[in-house]
C-alpha cells in the first residue's frame, strides 16, 4: 500500500528498460527531479539526480555518488510564488516572491540502489505566507554558470477543508460520534474534502495501556484504511472501517503480548491527502509494479526531464473517541476482550 505519510520520493524507474532515450542518440543531460510540497512543512526539500546511460549492470553505476548527483554549486533550484496559472503565464509577470533552496547533504539515507548514506538536497525553511493555498507554484533548475533552466515545473497547494474540524463521523466532541460497531458490523469514517485533494489515506491508532508497566504505559495498534480517490467534486467523502479488519489488526498485532492491558477508549485518525500529480505518479508506480508487459511508464510532470512536483497534507490528526461499552454482543470492549490479548 502506498503510504503517503511515509514516502521517500526517489527515482529508481530511471534505470527502466522502457525509456524515452536511445543508447544511440546524441547524449543529452536529463535532470531527475522530485519536490512535494506540504504546506504544514518547516522545510521544503527537492531531490535533484542525473539520469544515465552504461552498459552492464546499471546498479553499478547508480552506487556512485557522482553518477547520479550533481556537484554543490551546480545548479541552481527556486520555486516562484504567483498569485495564479495565469499569472505565471503573462509575459512580463514578475512572481510574487521567489524561494531560494540550498543545497544540503543529509547522512541518513538507508542503503538501497542508489549511493548511500550521504544525499544531497535542496532545501528551503518555510516562513510565513510561503505555502498559501491561495497561490501557484512553479519549480526551477538551471545550471548556476550559465541560467539555462534544463528542467521546470507547477503545482498547486492542497488547501484547508471546508469544514473545521475536518473530520464529522468520528468525531473529536460530539457525544455518539465515536469509532463504534454497536450499529453493524463497519464503523463509517466521513470527512470534508479538500480542495485539490484527489487521494486520501486513512491511518487508525488504536491506544491501550499495559496494566503493570510504569511510568507511563501507552501503547497502541496501527491500522490503515484503503486509498480514497476523489472526483474534485464531493462535499464530503466516506469510506468504512470494517469490525472484522479492526479486530483482526489488534489480535495480530498482540498475539505475542502476554501483559495484562486495560483500556484507554480513545484514538488517533490521520489523513494523507495529495494533488492529482501526486496521485498520479502513485497510480503509475502501482501499474508498473503489477503490470505484465513492460510498457508502462512513470508518470512525470517535470518538463525537460523526469520526475514529479506536486502537494500533498501529512500532518492532519485529531484524537477521537471509541466506543467504551462493555455490554455483549457489539459493546466495543466486549469484543476486544474477547480475542484472549490480555484485556480486562
Not at 507554484?137 to 528542467?151: M, R
Not at 477521537?320 to 480475542?339: C, E, F, H
Amino acid at each position: 500500500m502506498n503510504r503517503l505519510f511515509l514516502i521517500l520520493l526517489l527515482p529508481f524507474v530511471l534505470l527502466s528498460c522502457k525509456a524515452d532515450f536511445s543508447p544511440n542518440a546524441d547524449w543529452k543531460e536529463v535532470p531527475s527531479v522530485y519536490c512535494v510540497l506540504d504546506q504544514d512543512d518547516s522545510i521544503s526539500y527537492v531531490r535533484v539526480q542525473k539520469c544515465y546511460l552504461g552498459s552492464g549492470n546499471l546498479k553499478g553505476y547508480s552506487q556512485v555518488a557522482d553518477s547520479t548527483n550533481y556537484a554543490a554549486g551546480e545548479l541552481s533550484v527556486k520555486i516562484l510564488v504567483w498569485g495564479s496559472a495565469s499569472d505565471m503565464a503573462r509575459d512580463g509577470a514578475i512572481p510574487l516572491r521567489t524561494l531560494n533552496f540550498d543545497y544540503t547533504v543529509l547522512d541518513d539515507k538507508s542503503e538501497g540502489s542508489f549511493a548511500s548514506p550521504q544525499q544531497p538536497v535542496y532545501c528551503h525553511v518555510n516562513a510565513a505566507g510561503d505555502l498559501d493555498p491561495d497561490n501557484y507554484y512553479q519549480l526551477i533548475v538551471s545550471k548556476s554558470a550559465t541560467g539555462q533552466v534544463i528542467a521546470r515545473s507547477s503545482t498547486w497547494l492542497i488547501g484547508d477543508a471546508q469544514h473545521d474540524p475536518w473530520i464529522d463521523r468520528p468525531h473529536p466532541t460530539i457525544f455518539g460520534r465515536s469509532i463504534s460497531f454497536r450499529r453493524q458490523a463497519s464503523c463509517p469514517i466521513e470527512w470534508y474534502a479538500f480542495p485539490q485533494g484527489r487521494r486520501y489515506q486513512f491511518d487508525i491508532r488504536y491506544y491501550y495501556r499495559n496494566f503493570y508497566l510504569e511510568p507511563d504505559s501507552l501503547r497502541w495498534v496501527d491500522m490503515s484504511l484503503p486509498v480514497i480517490t476523489s472526483n474534485l467534486n464531493e462535499r464530503t467523502l466516506t469510506t468504512n472501517l470494517a469490525l472484522s479488519t479492526f479486530l483482526a489488526e489488534i489480535e495480530h498485532a498482540l498475539a505475542n503480548d502476554t501483559n495484562t492491558k486495560v483500556f484507554v477508549d480513545s484514538a488517533l485518525v490521520s489523513l494523507a491527502v495529495c494533488n492529482e500529480p501526486l496521485n498520479a505518479y502513485l497510480n503509475s508506480i502501482d501499474m508498473i509494479k503489477y503490470a505484465s508487459s513492460q510498457e508502462q511508464q512513470l508518470y512525470s510532470n517535470i518538463k525537460g526531464g523526469v520526475g514529479v512536483f506536486g502537494s500533498r497534507r501529512a500532518h492532519l490528526k485529531l484524537l477521537v473517541p471509541t466506543d467504551n461499552s462493555d455490554t455483549p454482543p457489539m459493546g466495543l470492549r466486549y469484543q476486544i476482550a474477547q480475542l484472549g490479548v490480555g484485556f480486562n
